[in-house]
């Protein structure tokens, strides 16, 4: 991998950090809100189903997270385990699209 | 007559320490009791200093784990209880005891295009560099490392990433990067980009904490950092 | 010869332990985060029954804890964003301990709704 590339991952991450930056304010707020008095089901599907803001909102919030997830655990694997080679990157990419696949799942999956 | 105990590492990369007892004075320093050892106790001892005044750099060495020049180390200051542990620099290969070789810091510091590169010859004017410029102050902020090697000792990405060009190298290419005069900056950011360059700094800031002479190389990397990032987006890089 | 925690007792250093610790934690909670909302596909009551495992004494604790993780990496990231991007002055420095007593304060906040 060229350094341009290494660069380019470098502005991704922190790109995607400011964007969820914003989306975890959002759903800390959210949760924080959402637990009082106990958690159900039933209350966080009538707030997500057929909201189609929310749907939007949880889809950026989605890959943002399957972006910076895997570049932040490429230096951990590099610096903490010891794994530098081209089968670290190809594995973060499997992991990445993992989180993305699922993420996009649940998403419609309270979307309905 | 008061004693420190002193515990000094003998050998090499493999090696132990060594137990010591050496009269306290007042005033002294840790290059005191390095040199009080090698003079009174064990004349086999390695150590490097050279102007023992704070100006040179040679007396570094990690006392009670802590990189720093053991002439501006008072005991009174890091002896608890009256003990000492002294050994050589991290991250660098053991030649002897208290002595590092330094071959791989100043390669790193070659690699990341840390020399000068001009443009004009003899036979012209001298270039005007107002010392109040924006760029000016950037390089007077970090122009006074003296290539001690504390910074690199004390940075756990270079011991993690062995081709981590290390807080030294770096902060040495950004006083290049902001010399208005120097003609390689792209070839220079191209040369401290990426996965052994200033990317790999992880903001531990352990190098600023050490520097003996209050640079902050965490402040030179992340400018490094955005230079890069806007080379890269304009496609220069 | 490398560093040990002596060299390694000072803000900055356990900042950025704390984001990175957290950030891994994230990292393998967040499969298991979307395995759970997947739930739902199967319908309100798959997610309910679910749901029901989170009234456990243990998952609220477990709860707080992920909320705080997420607290403190959102703000040891805001100050790293700030630390990169921003031209350097001396309160940088000092950026760790505000990110720290913020993310105290969602984990409180949190802790109170419960």
């Given at each position: 991998m060229s350094a341009r590339t290494q660069v380019f991952l470098w502005i991704g991450q922190r790109a995607s950090a400011a964007v969820l930056a914003l989306c975890v304010l959002v759903h800390l707020c959210t949760i924080v809100y959402a637990v009082r008095g106990g958690l159900s089901a039933a209350e966080i599907l009538a707030r997500t189903q057929g909201n189609v803001a929310w749907l939007a909102f949880y889809t950026v919030f989605v890959f943002a997270v399957a972006v910076h997830v895997p570049i932040g655990l490429r230096a951990i694997l590099s610096e903490w385990v010891g794994w530098r080679d081209g089968s670290r990157d190809l594995a973060l990419w499997v992991f990445g699209a993992v989180l993305a696949v699922m993420g996009i799942r649940a998403v419609f999956g309270v979307f309905g | 007559m008061a004693t420190l105990q002193v515990r000094i590492w003998r050998g090499t990369e493999s090696g132990d320490f060594q137990d010591f007892e050496v009269p306290r004075e007042e005033s002294q320093t840790v290059l005191d009791v390095v040199t009080y050892v090698q003079r009174h106790l064990d004349p086999s001892l390695a150590y490097r200093f050279a102007c023992r005044v704070g100006m040179c750099g040679s007396c570094a060495m990690t006392v009670n784990g802590q990189s720093?020049?053991?002439?501006?180390?008072?005991?009174?200051?890091?002896?608890?209880?009256?003990?000492?542990?002294?050994?050589p620099l991290h991250n660098l290969p053991v030649i002897r005891d208290?002595?590092?070789?330094?071959?791989e810091f100043f390669d790193k510091w070659a690699k990341a295009h840390g020399q000068f590169t001009g443009t004009r010859t003899r036979y012209?004017?001298?270039?005007?560099?107002?010392?109040?410029?924006?760029e000016r102050q950037q390089v007077d902020a970090a122009i006074e490392c003296i290539g001690c090697?504390?910074?690199?000792?004390?940075?756990?990405?270079?011991?993690?990433n062995p081709d981590?060009?290390?807080?030294?190298?770096?902060?040495?290419?950004?006083?290049?990067?902001?010399?208005?005069?120097?003609?390689?900056?792209?070839?220079?950011?191209r040369a401290v980009a990426g996965d052994a360059g200033a990317h790999a700094c992880h903001t531990h800031m352990s190098c600023t904490d050490r520097c003996p002479k209050q640079i902050s190389p965490t402040a030179g990397i992340a400018g490094l950092k955005r230079a890069i990032a806007k080379a890269a987006l304009k496609g220069e890089l | 010869m490398k560093n040990d925690h002596r060299a390694r007792n000072h803000p900055a250093y356990w900042a950025f332990l704390v984001h990175r610790i957290s950030g891994l934690a994230l990292a393998v909670f967040l499969p298991v985060h979307f395995w759970a909302l997947g739930q739902a596909l199967q319908g309100a009551a798959r997610l309910e029954s679910f749901l029901r495992w989170t009234d456990a004494?243990?998952?609220?604790?477990?709860?707080?804890?992920?909320?705080?993780?997420?607290?403190?990496?959102?703000t040891g990231g805001l100050r790293l964003l700030a630390l990169e991007f921003l031209p350097w002055r001396d309160w940088q420095k000092s950026l760790a301990a505000a990110a720290a007593g913020l993310a105290l304060v969602a984990g409180l906040a949190f802790a109170l709704a419960l």
């Open positions: - | 720093r020049w053991t002439c501006r180390t008072h005991v009174s200051k890091v002896a608890e209880d009256g003990r000492l542990e002294i050994a208290l002595v590092t070789d330094m071959s012209e004017d001298f270039e005007s560099i107002s010392p109040a410029s924006a090697g504390v910074c690199y000792s004390a940075c756990d990405v270079v011991s993690w981590y060009a290390g807080p030294a190298a770096l902060n040495r290419a950004w006083t290049l990067v902001n010399d208005v005069r120097d003609a390689a900056t792209l070839e220079r950011l | 004494p243990l998952f609220k604790f477990a709860e707080w804890g992920l909320v705080l993780l997420l607290a403190a990496h959102l």
